[in-house]
């Protein structure tokens, strides 16, 4: 079975910081694009980082200089660090990798920054 499993969301403060790490099961993790999206109630799904299987990173613009995507291919593990959080970035989170046709979803964690 194909299993990607996140954890690390939680509630923090504006300002705060919070590590998201996916976990991934029954697939060559190290051939695989690895991206976290987001997805807040009543708004689209959306890109928040993605990196290649070579280690080459983007961003979409509001996270940029704030989040930090990295992978671990010997624990396949992802990570998505969150820094300067604002209330703008509650949402839930989820993992992604795809690979040609294939493409696989965590059910995500929740992410919520208030005072």
């Known amino acids: 079975q194909v299993q990607l499993v996140e954890s690390g969301g939680g509630l923090v403060q504006p300002g705060g910081s919070l590590r998201l790490s996916c976990a991934a099961s029954g697939i060559t993790f190290r051939f695989y694009y690895m991206a976290w999206y987001r997805q807040a109630p009543g708004k689209q799904r959306e890109l928040v980082a993605g990196?290649?299987?070579?280690?080459?990173?983007k961003f979409a613009d509001y996270v940029k200089g704030r989040f930090t995507i990295s992978r671990d291919n010997n624990k396949k593990m992802g990570y998505l660090q969150m820094n300067s959080l604002e209330p703008e970035d509650t949402a839930v989170y989820y993992c992604n990798t795809k690979l040609e046709s294939n493409d696989f979803w965590g059910l995500g964690t929740q992410v919520t920054v208030s005072s």
């Open positions: 990196i290649t299987a070579s280690g080459d990173t």
